[in-house]
């Protein structure tokens, strides 16, 4: 499994990250799956519900319908989400959260970590035990 990013969307997704800053930023990823490639066409930064946005992430459910909506006369899907950790000793790894958080086992993440002016992304996708847990493993980016 890969994620296919253009430059534009990850500058987009960068601009979302410092203006949010020192808080944790968020959005959804639209695009299309061909075999083991995601193909990211569109991020769309959303708005952090979380009671801590400082700390955690949450993105409305309705924001969620309203953005599917709109984006299937495209013929795109939602493909992923981003978030970022400011000031992370995690920096773009996932936290304890993050993969206590997953609920769909097809959304590929993409975790930015911000410390000051350094970035770093990184892309996951999620991996289901035979207990019925789940982890984050880490995918490549083109």
């Known amino acids: 499994m890969i994620i296919f990013l253009p430059e534009n969307i990850k500058d987009n997704i960068y601009k979302s990250v410092k203006t949010e800053y020192p808080k944790e930023c968020c959005g959804i990823l639209l695009g299309k799956v061909r075999k083991q490639v995601l193909i990211c066409e569109k991020a769309i930064n959303t708005k952090n519900i979380a009671p801590n946005p400082y700390q955690f992430f949450e993105i ?3 924001e969620i319908i309203n953005i ?51 970035i770093e992304l990184s892309a996951y996708f999620p991996v289901k035990y035979n207990n019925n847990s789940y982890n984050l493993k880490k995918i490549n980016i083109k």
């Open 60 to 62: 409305d459910n309705q």
């Open 68 to 118: 599917q909506k709109i984006y299937r006369k495209n013929n795109l899907s939602i493909i992923g989400h981003y978030h970022s950790h400011p000031n992370s000793i995690l920096s773009s790894k996932p936290s304890k959260t993050d993969i206590n958080s997953i609920f769909d086992k097809n959304l590929c993440w993409l975790i930015i970590g911000i410390n000051g002016k350094s």
